[in-house]
């Protein structure tokens, strides 16, 4: 089953602006970043509790120069020393989507370099091959992560569970049929008066919490490799009114009687968010003959998924990002840019055009 294939090296610039980072990267053979530069606007956004996509794309065209300028500088490299650009050409918002393909078309018009575009959930997925400069490797990944691979890609926007038999073969299993992974711990933070963005939040406050403290349920949705996490979010917002008598229920304004009262629905929640991914994940591995399980996107930061995937799961090799490319990077875009070109070696005409609800496969 494990392949072990030789791709010719290449350089590739890869620039991601498909939501709020704004970000930029040079990556070397798809697995090593020799730069990974994010500028992250979570801090602007984050009165409106969410993503505000004028806001964004104003944002995104401020720092997109400065935000190349430094990923190349710190790979002490010039643009005419990478092989290829690599750039987010969807799924996610347009406005954003546009800064960064406009930016990559002049950059590879000027240079004569090939252009490639990404799917922003292909880039997930190679976030997994992709180790930083400086961190070590460790020795069981030398070749990346070993096909069947079956994916579960978390994050702000999708939930998503595909299976990878080969590199750039992608078959949806199934994902979410309503809040993604991310947006439930979001909106979740945000009834429990946690902040955004609501990941972190919520895995701090349930670290004093007791996961087995409230009853919350979960979607399993037999027969289907899908996903749902509204229901799971309205039984926590009908434990918060029954827990504050039904007062204070402005979105942002929810104030639970005690601290441990919101650690034990933090943890709660988190734990049923986990048990299903973890579960489904799991079983479709076993299903599909998966060799091994890749985890990415934002979600996959978090670290009681983590735990509960081990580095191992029923005997298969469970890989993660490096924590810095759990969420968007340019890396994990280089790094899918790079198997498309040193396998498929077929630029993207400079006639495309975004993709702002482009599907995996
Ligand atoms: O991949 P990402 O940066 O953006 C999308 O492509 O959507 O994912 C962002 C999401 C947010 O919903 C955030 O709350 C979630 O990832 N997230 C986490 C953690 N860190 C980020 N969720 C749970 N635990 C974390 N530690
Ligand atoms: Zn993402």
């Not at 505000?52 to 430094?70: G, L, W």
């Not at 979960?218 to 979010?233: I, N, Q, T, V, Y």
């Not at 304004?253 to 009262?261: I, K, S």
């Not at 191992?312 to 875009?333: E, K, S, Y």
Request: charged share 20%; glycine share 12%; net charge negative.
């Amino acid at each position: 089953m494990a392949r072990r294939k030789k791709f010719p090296p290449a350089r590739i610039l890869g620039i991601e602006t498909s939501c709020d980072e704004t970000a930029a990267a040079v990556v070397e053979n798809g697995r090593l970043a020799l730069s990974n530069v994010v500028a992250s606007q979570a801090e602007l956004h984050a009165k409106y509790g969410g993503v505000f996509p004028e806001v964004a794309s104003r944002q995104h065209i401020k720092v997109i120069d400065t935000v190349v300028e430094e990923a190349l500088a710190q790979a002490h490299l010039e643009l005419g020393d990478v092989d290829a650009i690599a750039v987010t050409r969807g799924p996610g918002l347009p406005g954003s989507l546009l800064v960064g393909l406009n930016m990559a078309k002049g950059l590879a018009l000027g240079s004569g370099l090939p252009l490639y575009g990404i799917n922003h959930l292909e880039g997930h997925l190679y976030s997994a091959w992709v180790a930083l400069e400086g961190d070590e490797a460790p020795a069981a990944d030398a070749s990346g992560p070993q096909f069947p691979l079956l994916a579960l890609i978390v994050s702000g926007g999708h939930t998503e569970l595909v299976l990878m038999r080969d590199h750039l073969q992608y078959e949806r299993l199934g994902g979410t049929l309503d809040d993604a992974a991310g947006e439930a711990f979001d909106k979740v933070a945000r009834l429990l008066g946690l902040g955004y963005p609501g990941g972190p939040a919520i895995q701090a406050a349930a670290e004093g919490g007791d996961p087995a403290a409230i009853s919350l349920p979960r979607a399993w949705l037999e027969d289907s490799w899908d996903f749902s996490f509204s229901g799971l979010k309205t039984a926590v917002l009908h434990k918060v009114r029954e827990l504050t008598d039904g007062h204070n229920l402005d979105v942002g304004e929810t104030r639970l009687p005690d601290a441990a009262l919101a650690a034990d629905l933090a943890a709660s929640f988190q734990a049923a968010v986990v048990d299903v991914l973890v579960g489904k994940t799991l079983r479709a591995a076993e299903e599909f003959g998966a060799a091994e399980i890749m985890v990415g996107g934002g979600v996959s930061a978090n670290a009681a998924l983590r735990a509960a995937f081990g580095q191992q799961a029923g005997g298969r090799p469970v890989h993660f990002p490096p924590m810095p490319l759990c969420t968007d990077n340019a890396a994990m875009i280089a790094a899918a840019g790079y198997f498309r070109h040193a396998i498929l070696g077929q630029a993207d005409s400079l006639d495309m055009d975004i993709e702002p609800g482009w599907g995996l496969a």
